[in-house]
């Protein structure tokens, strides 16, 4: 297995964050990493808006937590190392308290781009291992940019309404030094086909 590989083996959810904010040459090595994802037919349109705003940060990340409905809270359901809002109901914040989070945008009228947004994401996640950025993948944006309070930030964001919040990502510097442990790969998850 060659470095790039292991890293991403290595990879893990990071819910637990340093409040000190990531620096920006770190930022724009995470942005090209997501701006030079692959992206159907090129057309390059996902919108990724970088808020570093704590106070923005902690209202958008509330009101996401508010769009999941979470019933019987279970520890380690996610994460014993690492918990997440189901692990957690006290957690309030589904962006557990990152000093960095981008949101994903993608028009709704072109086939795939939801797809461009998750895959900008991926390439954005694993970008910020390789330089010793915790990052989380966080959904329900669009449930949370469905609100009237996430419309009129969308709006205070310049983002038209032709386009539709399509995922989270929350960047910060890991507060634990050693990373939660992976959990074992379920068997049969790839088939070879005859």
């Known amino acids: 297995m060659n470095d790039f590989i292991k890293m ?3 990879r893990r ?3 637990r964050f340093k409040q000190e904010q990531i620096k920006s040459d770190e930022l724009e090595q995470i942005l090209q990493a997501g701006l030079f994802a692959p992206n159907a037919g090129g057309r390059q349109s996902a919108i990724i808006v ?3 705003n704590a106070a923005m940060n902690d209202e958008l990340g509330q009101l996401n937590r508010q769009t999941e409905t979470i019933v019987n809270p279970s520890p380690g359901r996610i994460s014993f190392e690492q918990p997440s809002i189901l692990d957690d109901i006290n957690i309030k914040n589904a962006f557990y308290s990152a000093p960095t989070v981008l949101t994903l945008f993608a028009r709704k009228d072109i086939y795939n781009l939801t797809g461009d947004c998750f895959v900008a994401a991926e390439n954005m996640v694993i970008a910020a291992q390789s330089i010793g950025i915790g990052s989380c993948i966080v959904g329900r944006s669009s449930m949370t940019f469905a609100t009237e309070r996430g419309r009129e930030i969308q709006t205070a964001w310049g983002i038209s ?3 539709e919040a399509r995922i989270h990502v929350v960047f910060g510097y890991p507060l634990d030094e050693t990373p939660p442990k992976a959990k074992p790969r379920n068997d049969g998850r790839v088939i070879f086909a005859k």
């Open 8 to 10: 991403m083996v290595n």
């Open 13 to 15: 959810t990071i819910r």
């Open 161 to 163: 309404d032709e386009f």
């Open 50 to 52: 970088v808020c570093q």
